[in-house]
Structures are given as structure tokens and as C-alpha cells.
């Protein structure tokens, strides 16, 4: 019994000590609301690469009146400190989604669907509390390439909290 205890114990100490060795916590998980013409909820997630260095996935979606639409964003982010728990940060990424529009005007029904992709970055800041989660406020420009659902440039604007682990 005394050295399984004592084997617990060390195995232990050295995943401890890997784990104060990397800067803590590799993931994060949480949620996004944004604006964006109502694509705002997105299901947030970040993996650190290395110390300065992250990858961020997003899952948002847009449920109103009229139109249905989901979209998958990834970016690559670099982070940089400025102090303490307080970073900034910026990237680059893609996104791709799926739109339905339905409307039902005069007694005649109208109803269109398809894909998009559009080109993104971001730039925003964040504080991580001495507890596991993480705040955040950034700024997306979308660059949307299908002029079927949306053409153009766009600001979307969006305040993040997640749970790092």
C-alpha cells in the first residue's frame, strides 16, 4: 500500500510540475456571442500550439423569422502578454457555412439556400483569472464570397467566455 501511495505521489509531482512547465492549461472551451447580422452564438474553442501560438475553432448560429444559418470559423492566433493574466491578440482564418432562407409574403411563398465561405481576422484582448476561465473581447472583419447570401465586408464584434483546462 505504502508504495502505491508513494508511486501516486510521484506520478503526481511530475505531472504537476509538466503541467507548471507549459503555462498552465492547454485548452479552452466556452461561448462567443457576437453580432454580425445574428450569426452571433458560437460555441468557442482554443488549443495552444506553443507559448505564443493558438488555434481557435468556432461553431456559430443564426435561428431567426426568415433565415437559418450555420457557420465553422478557424483561425491560427498569435498572443502576446501585457501583463500578468492580461494578453492581447491577433490572426488569421477561414469559415464556411450553410444558409436557408424562408419567407411566406402575401400567400406566396419564398425560399432559397446554399453555401459560403468567407476570409476573416481577428484582434482582440483578453484576461485570465486566477481561476480557470478566461475573458475576452475581439474584433472579426469577414471578408463573405457569396453573393447569394451576403457580399462584402463585415464587422462582427464578439465577447468570449471560456473554461481553460
Known amino acids: 500500500m505504502k508504495k502505491l501511495l508513494l508511486s501516486a505521489g510521484i506520478l503526481f509531482g511530475i505531472i504537476v510540475t509538466g503541467h507548471a512547465q507549459t503555462g498552465g492549461p492547454k485548452n ?12 452571433g452564438t458560437e460555441i468557442s474553442y482554443q488549443r495552444n500550439l506553443k507559448q505564443n501560438n493558438r488555434l481557435e475553432l468556432n461553431l456559430g448560429w443564426r435561428n431567426n423569422k426568415h433565415v437559418d444559418a450555420l457557420k ?20 488569421a482564418g477561414a469559415a464556411i457555412g450553410t444558409w436557408n432562407y424562408r419567407e411566406t409574403h402575401h400567400g406566396e411563398r419564398y425560399s432559397d439556400s446554399g453555401t459560403y465561405g468567407l476570409l476573416t481576422g481577428n484582434i482582440g484582448i483578453e484576461y485570465t483569472f486566477d481561476i480557470p476561465l478566461q475573458i475576452s473581447l475581439d474584433l472579426r472583419p469577414e471578408l463573405y464570397l457569396n453573393d447569394s447570401y451576403r457580399d462584402g465586408l463585415y464587422a462582427d464584434l464578439g465577447l468570449a467566455i471560456r473554461y481553460k483546462f
Not at 72 to 91: D, H, Q, S
Open 28 to 39: 479552452a472551451l466556452g461561448l462567443r456571442f457576437g453580432g454580425n447580422h445574428g450569426l
Open 72 to 91: 465553422v470559423t478557424g483561425l491560427y492566433e498569435w498572443v502576446w502578454n501585457i501583463e500578468g493574466n492580461f494578453n492581447w491578440f491577433a490572426g
